[in-house]
């Protein structure tokens, strides 16, 4: 079985500063990875995916992951927030079968200041 | 469009009542799942259909749940005689056959339950 936990469910940065929001997954097979992102009222949309490639994965809006297999961690950043980047994050996991059954973490609600 | 449609975007009906919820994938996707989201939560898997097959609907919650898909084009979520803890968005996504191929979301339908 494969579950996810998101270490914090709200996350408040200032405009310009970094992001971090923390993922950590347990998976009995070979784990792909996602972080998606959800506006409100919209749907998710992928910033990016780890499927065994490089362990360091860059997405889109500047975000970027890291896997750590020894950590079991796959926590998300961005070298500067920007207002637009307040959302909901989730960090997704399925194992590696053929096909995507999704295991969602609870989503860490990012807010930005100016 | 080129994206996952879903239909109505809002619902809104009362206890007991049959609902029908509508997905239209992206062209050529042959995967398609449904995903219920509520309140403050991650999503939750219920169904996943390979073409117009259903190899995994160990999501839904209760025979009162269930869904159709044609061929690899529309499906329908219905949820018959419906009770309060319903209430929630009803997300849909499709995606090329595959663990790690990325799952397009639609924007979902949000279902009251009076």
């Known amino acids: 079985a494969q579950s996810v936990t998101q270490l914090d469910s709200h996350v408040s940065v200032s405009e310009g500063t970094p992001v971090l929001l923390r993922c950590n997954y347990s998976?009995?097979?070979?784990?792909?990875l996602f972080w998606y992102v959800q506006h409100p009222n919209k749907g998710l949309q992928l910033l990016l995916k780890y499927t065994s490639a490089a362990t360091l994965v860059k997405g889109i809006n500047g975000f970027e992951a890291e896997f750590k297999k020894s950590e079991t961690s796959f926590h998300l950043t961005k070298p500067s927030a920007h207002m637009s980047d307040a959302a909901e994050y989730f960090c997704v996991v399925t194992r590696g079968t053929s096909y995507g059954k999704l295991t969602f973490g609870q989503g860490t609600i990012l807010t930005v200041h100016p | 469009g080129a994206g996952v449609s879903q239909s109505p975007s809002n619902k809104v009906t009362e206890k007991g009542k049959d609902v029908e919820l509508r997905c239209d994938p992206i062209s050529g996707h042959t995967a398609l799942y449904w995903y219920r989201q509520r309140l403050g939560q991650g999503l939750e898997f219920l169904i996943y259909f390979q073409g117009n097959s259903a190899p995994d609907k160990s999501g839904l919650p209760s025979d009162r749940f269930s869904a159709e898909r044609t061929g690899e084009s529309v499906s329908t979520l219905t949820i018959q005689r419906t009770q309060q803890e319903d209430s929630a968005v009803y997300l849909c996504?499709?995606?090329?056959?595959?663990?790690?191929?990325?799952?397009?979301f639609g924007d979902g339908t949000r279902l009251s339950i009076l």
């Open positions: 996504a499709s995606s090329l056959e595959g663990s790690n191929q990325p799952q397009h």
């Open positions: 998976s009995s097979y070979s784990p792909s």
